[in-house]
């Protein structure tokens, strides 16, 4: 029995798509920083990915192009989100609180999906929390995805120079976050770490 034209376009997708699900989720959560909406905003974009699937060109990057629908998706819906106050009751309330005062670390609660990416130290992760969206991001996209600049600009809305001003900027910040812990770990013994 001959493949439908919807069979043929599935396969395409989830032979060019899903390959990425697992950057798309690690990124997503350093994004959202919460697993749950990190899984959220993944699902989101491969919805959105699917149904859009006719505007993707073939033989351009599909990482990039979910990329930006990711980062597209993470502007628009999760920002805003967290710009609104968020009401729970006192049970909820009180059961976070017990959750909090007895994880070790609350950067530790940081989690992959097995398989799916490597992870960094908690130190590393912190820090990453601790830059400014704008910083990140392009981090993210160009040092741990590889993108292009060029790639990363389409992803981010914004002019090529911007990213490289953005990495440089970003690349400076962790590098000042992390200088101590890098001392502690027994790198930079020798190097521009020590001046």
């Known amino acids: ?10 396969l395409r997708f989830e032979s060019l798509a899903l390959p990425f699900m697992g950057a798309l989720f690690n990124t997503a959560l350093r994004l959202t920083r919460e697993p749950q909406d990190a899984a959220d905003l993944t699902q989101e974009t491969f919805l959105r990915a699917y149904r859009t ?67 960094w130290s908690p130190e590393v992760e912190r820090a990453l929390r601790q830059l400014p969206e704008d910083f990140r991001a392009p981090l993210l996209l160009v040092d741990v995805e590889e993108l292009a600049y060029e790639e990363a600009a389409s992803v981010l809305g914004c002019a ?28 930079g013994k020798g190097t521009s770490l020590d001046r």
Request: proline share 5%; aromatic share 14%.
């Open 1 to 10: 029995m001959p493949r439908s034209d919807a069979d043929e376009r599935r």
């Open 53 to 119: 699937f006719e505007n993707f060109t073939p033989g351009t990057n599909c990482k990039a192009w979910l990329f930006t629908i990711l980062y597209s998706i993470f502007v628009n819906q999760y920002r805003q989100a967290k710009q609104r106050p968020r009401v729970e009751s006192l049970e909820a309330l009180e059961e976070r609180f017990h959750q909090f005062a007895q994880a070790p670390d609350p950067a530790s609660d940081i989690t992959t999906v097995e398989g799916w990416g490597w992870r």
């Open 160 to 187: 090529v120079g911007t990213v490289g001003s953005r990495l440089f900027r970003g690349r400076k910040l962790l590098f000042a976050m992390l200088q101590a812990y890098a001392h502690e770990a027994g790198y």
